[in-house]
């Protein structure tokens, strides 16, 4: 078993006063990064949250007046969009975002995707997260996604219902008009833009037990070593499975004061054991929350109250955990990009009178969005055929070039999508030159002639 940094944060003791909405009127300074058209998107954005909702002016204002400064830019980064408290920088990764989708609700309609805007995705990054870490308030997933239901309800929109479930091999984001958001192909963007990454299904059954913590605020959540450590099943996007021990889990849970979403997981940590990706063994895979951003992740039904457990306890204890985390091995390491995993916990546990704890099965359900390797030829960009999101191999290499995959690139170079079509740096259009051969955030005419000449000269 790996080490691992024991973490015991109290920044999320949540109390129903810390977490109001009230966004107050106290003046962050915001900074906004990039290109003219990145800047002029994301003011946009602000723009259009602060004439629709005013819980999202008065939040505006209020960063604008106070000391720290908080910066917003278009760029990549492991998850859809990241809020790092470390730097108070937020990140929007614009292509995943414009590859959700709308699932219908049962009458064919609803407003899911409208609800999952790049408007309302800023939202929930820079009022949600970092608004309140600047307040001193807890900026953890329950918080954040109160706040930005409210800001929705005053939009005339559907509020989120949950963080995210898995639906066969799909991950999607419910809303309350029935309607749901597939992110699957957004999260299989990731960093990598072309080609994407590979959605491995992962499903365990894991013995845990649930104990009060030592502070006497929280639970410990941690697998019961009664029981042989739990097997992983995992089923890869080409019909092969394997199988890989679960070796380390460890997660703090709090009550929360948020009706919709009553529990906040502070951090959650596992340690997988090795399988085998792209012909090489991962030796083992670490599990954790994305650095500096204090998004655990939520708990969608109760937890016992009062701590450090109510005279009386509830026989039995429904839980659902919710969460995205990071996973590092060394594979992935060398391909450049950590995967990432939306994750679900569900069961219930019994309490024990003699421990005092609770214990039981959860059942594991989480999509592992692992990186692919390394592109080797630039002009491979999709797998013959595949000229379609959702058909198979789109966007994937397949060691050919011909016309689909001058088709691919076109399109992508036709909208600006910088994640495929930005290639080469601005005027650096022959080998040698300064910046040839590394995207520099503009898609041009440079890139357009970089990719062509590597097309006509194929692959070797």
């Not at 600006?416 to 300064?434: F, H, K, M, R």
């Not at 357009?448 to 070797?460: E, H, I, R």
């Amino acid at each position: 078993m790996r080490a691992h940094k024991v973490h015991r944060s109290l920044s999320l003791v949540l109390s129903a006063a810390a977490l109001s909405l009230t966004c107050g009127s106290a003046s962050a300074k915001i900074t906004v990064e990039g290109t003219p058209i990145e800047q002029k998107r994301i003011n946009d954005a602000i723009a259009r949250l602060e004439a629709a909702s005013p819980t999202a002016k008065a939040c505006f204002a209020d960063l604008r007046a106070r000391a720290e400064e908080v910066k917003i830019k278009i760029g990549k980064t492991a998850d859809i969009a990241t809020a790092n408290g470390a730097t108070n920088q937020v990140i929007m990764n614009t292509s995943p975002i414009e590859c959700l989708m709308q699932i219908n609700n049962a009458a064919g309609g609803g407003m899911a995707l409208k609800s999952s805007s790049f408007d309302l995705i800023l939202a929930h990054e820079v009022l949600g997260h970092l608004h309140n870490k600047i307040k001193g308030l807890p900026w953890g997933e329950p918080a954040a996604m109160a706040k930005v239901n409210k800001i929705r309800t005053e939009m005339g929109l559907p509020t989120r219902t949950a963080y995210s479930v898995k639906e066969g091999k799909k991950t999607v984001v419910p809303f309350s008009d029935g309607s749901k958001v597939d992110a699957t192909e957004g999260l299989k963007k990731g960093n990598a833009g072309a080609p994407g990454r590979r959605a491995i299904e992962l499903q365990a059954q894991i013995p845990v037990v649930l104990a009060p913590s030592i502070r006497g605020d929280s639970f410990d959540l941690f697998m019961d070593e009664v029981f042989p450590l739990p097997q992983i099943n995992m089923l890869f996007p080409d019909g092969s499975t394997q199988q890989t021990e679960l070796v380390f889990l460890d997660a703090s849970l709090f009550p929360s004061p948020e009706p919709e979403f009553p529990a906040a997981i502070d951090f959650l940590y596992m340690d997988l054991g090795s399988f085998t990706y792209e012909g090489q063994p991962t030796a083992g895979s670490l599990v954790d929350p994305i650095p500096d951003n204090n998004r655990g992740g939520v708990g969608m039904l109760p937890l016992p109250e009062p701590l450090p457990l109510p005279p009386v306890p509830d026989p039995v204890l429904p839980l659902e955990l919710q969460g995205d985390y990071l996973v590092q091995n060394p594979v992935f390491d060398q391909f450049g990009d950590p995967g990432y995993m939306p994750t679900q916990l569900t069961g219930e546990l019994q309490f024990d009178p003699l421990s005092q704890t609770y214990a039981g099965n959860l059942l594991f359900q989480a999509i592992l969005y692992a990186p692919p390797p390394p592109v080797l030829c630039v002009a491979d960009v999709t797998t013959t055929g595949a000229t379609l999101p959702g058909q198979p191999g789109f966007g994937e290499p397949d060691g050919a070039v011909n016309i689909d995959d001058l088709g691919y690139f076109l399109n992508a170079f036709v909208a600006g999508d910088a994640s495929i079509a930005d290639v080469t740096t601005t005027g650096a259009t022959l080998e040698g030159q300064p910046g040839y051969g590394q995207p520099d955030g503009v898609v041009d005419i440079d890139d357009l002639g970089y990719f062509l000449n590597l097309f006509l000269a194929g692959c070797s």
